[in-house]
């Protein structure tokens, strides 16, 4: 069959792709990546065929305004139990769509579309903010699922949302989301359904340990979007609600990618003492112009251990330190599929990437989070498996850094804790095996559409 993997141009967002992009490929299924050509040279470093369509989008130059001018935040993590109102969360669709989803998916949608009914694929693979795919899926007559790259805090919001306005009089009953892409499908002679919002399947890798519980504050529940657990370890599928309807989850074992990977010749030599990487991302720097607490006073703090500190720093950052201590190695780029094995505490920002990365080799992370959207919620997960420690951005201090790392090399609790996640990951199916399963969607799609034999 053929098979059109869809992805805005965020480069992390194609990394969680690339896995079952591959798997689909060496079952023998013709696959192109479709994004803006901002992303063209990252899906070609893969090995997969990039296709470029539309034009590239500004929403890290939006996103900077938006911090700049101190917007209300609207906070997808708040659920039923938390008595969250209808105008908070319709207020937040407000701002949601305009500034975030129709930024990335405007300069895509229309040739995302053109190239889908021109290659006709049987399925699109997309990822949760690329809202243009499902509907070039509609408009071609595709099956379509959705991978998750982190927890699905937009089904659960979408579930949330829909179970308030159900609640309103019929002339309160504002939907900004649905009125967007219904206006796309439109065009297509298409109309608006929830498969658009949450894909007619969903595939997750996150083990149940870091996905969305399924009570208490700041998690899923009945009704409100919650992930299904399924049988991890046995490729069962789960569950959902969202509103009225059902998100169905396919578990996929994370498998690491990183983009291109060169292994430098001291990560090949066992290090002689405990080694800690640093590597905190673009978020901080991105969302507030500066790291929490800056790069040399942790880097500082950490001196006094009998430790080896790996901090990947840009050219840039590495530049601004006025001193590099004796137990610390500073390096532009190392893969981190390549480092954690070789470390006994990653301290992280808590990106799904980074987080599940450094799960997946069984090493104890110290999240230091910004308190918005998925980050919180990954480090609960990791405290609450007893893999790591977390501390939000505004209450990290340097000597608070050094004295969790002191903890988690000190505790050997930690390391069980996080060996235990590790098997539980390596316990779901890979990406190669959820193929069959997509197969299968496809041809069950095929036959009610009545559109023919598999290309």
């Not at 071609?140 to 919001?157: I, P, T």
């Not at 690491?256 to 720097?285: C, I």
Request: include cysteine; charged fraction near 20%; aromatic fraction near 8%.
């Amino acid at each position: 069959m053929r098979v059109v993997i869809a992805t805005q141009a965020e480069r992390s967002h194609f990394f969680s792709l690339v896995t079952l992009a591959w798997a689909l490929r060496t079952a023998g299924h013709e696959v192109r990546v479709a994004s803006q050509p901002e992303l063209v040279d990252a899906i070609a470093g893969s090995g997969l065929t990039a296709v470029p369509v539309g034009h590239d989008h500004r929403f890290r130059q939006v996103m900077k305004r938006v911090v700049d001018a101190r917007w209300p935040r609207f906070d997808m993590t708040v659920d039923a139990s938390a008595g969250v109102s209808w105008e908070y969360v319709r207020d937040g669709f407000r701002r949601l769509v305009p500034w975030w989803w129709k930024v990335v998916n405007e300069p895509l949608v229309g040739d995302l579309v053109a190239f889908c009914r021109e290659w006709r694929p049987d399925l699109v693979v997309w990822e949760p903010t690329t809202f243009a795919a499902p509907v070039a899926a509609r408009a071609c007559g595709a099956a379509h699922v959705r991978l998750l790259w982190s927890v699905d805090l937009f089904a659960r919001m979408r579930g949330l949302f829909l179970q308030l306005m159900a609640g309103r009089p019929a002339g309160e009953r504002e939907d900004v989301l649905a009125d967007w892409l219904g206006g796309h499908l439109g065009r297509f002679g298409e109309r608006f359904a929830e498969d658009v919002v949450c894909g007619q399947s969903t595939i997750d890798y996150l083990p149940a340990s870091l996905r969305l519980q399924p009570d208490g504050p700041g998690t899923g529940g009945p009704g409100t979007g919650a992930v299904g657990t399924g049988a991890v370890g046995t490729g069962a599928v789960g569950t959902g609600a969202v509103g009225t309807g059902a998100v169905e989850y396919v578990p996929m074992r994370y498998v690491p990618y990183n983009g291109r990977a060169v292994v430098p010749g001291w990560l090949r030599v066992p290090p002689r003492r405990p080694r800690v990487a640093l590597t905190l991302g673009s978020s901080w720097t991105t969302r507030l112009g500066r790291y929490a607490v800056p790069v040399q006073d942790i880097l500082d703090a950490l001196s006094g251990l009998d430790v080896e500190v790996v901090a990947t720093l840009s050219a840039k950052q590495q530049a601004e330190l006025t001193r590099v201590p004796g137990n610390a190695r500073l390096a532009e780029y190392v893969p981190l599929l390549a480092l954690a094995p070789t470390c006994q505490v990653v301290i992280n920002q808590g990106g799904p990437g980074t987080v599940c990365t450094t799960a997946a080799y069984g090493v104890p992370q110290l999240v230091l989070h910004y308190d918005w959207f998925d980050e919180p919620l990954l480090a609960r997960g990791l405290v609450r498996a007893g893999a790591g420690a977390a501390v939000p951005s505004g209450e990290v201090t340097a000597a608070g850094v050094r004295e969790q790392v002191v903890r988690l090399l000190g505790d050997p609790s930690f390391a069980e804790g996080a060996g235990r996640l590790r098997a539980e990951m390596a316990a779901m199916p890979a990406p190669n095996d959820i193929v069959p399963r997509l197969e299968k969607l496809t041809e069950e799609h095929r036959r009610a559409a009545g559109s023919g034999a598999p290309r």
